[in-house]
């Protein structure tokens, strides 16, 4: 049984950081690109950053700059450091990986920027 399970997310003024974590189990982690993606109810799912299994990355253009994702595959942990926060970056974020055919998504964690 795959779970991800998300923290790390809460309220913070705009231009400050928060980092999340998803904590994989139930799958080889070191072997599959992991991601992260957020929604607000009634919008579109948008993917914000991706690892694939050798390190290589991809950002959505809104995130480029001030988001970094990293992993750490001794802890089966994948992270997502953000920093210089705008309020447009509020929005639920999950985690996510396609492994046995199927993907899975972790409950989310909430990020409000906002004063």
């Not at 400050?16 to 070191?30: E, T, V």
């Not at 210089?84 to 998504?105: M, Q």
Request: proline share 2%; hydrophobic share 30%; net charge neutral.
């Amino acid at each position: 049984q795959v779970h991800l399970v998300e923290s790390g997310g809460g309220l913070v003024q705009p231009g400050g950081s928060l980092r999340l974590s998803c904590a994989a189990s139930g799958i080889n982690f070191r072997l599959y690109a992991m991601k992260w993606y957020r929604q607000v109810t009634g919008k579109e799912r948008e993917l914000v950053a991706s690892m694939d299994s050798s390190g290589n990355t991809e950002y959505a253009d809104s995130v480029k700059g001030r988001f970094t994702i990293t992993r750490n595959n001794e802890r089966n942990t994948l992270y997502l450091q953000m920093n210089n926060l705008e309020p447009e970056d509020t929005d639920n974020y999950y985690c996510n990986v396609r492994a046995y055919g199927k993907e899975f998504w972790g409950q989310g964690t909430q990020v409000t920027v906002s004063l």
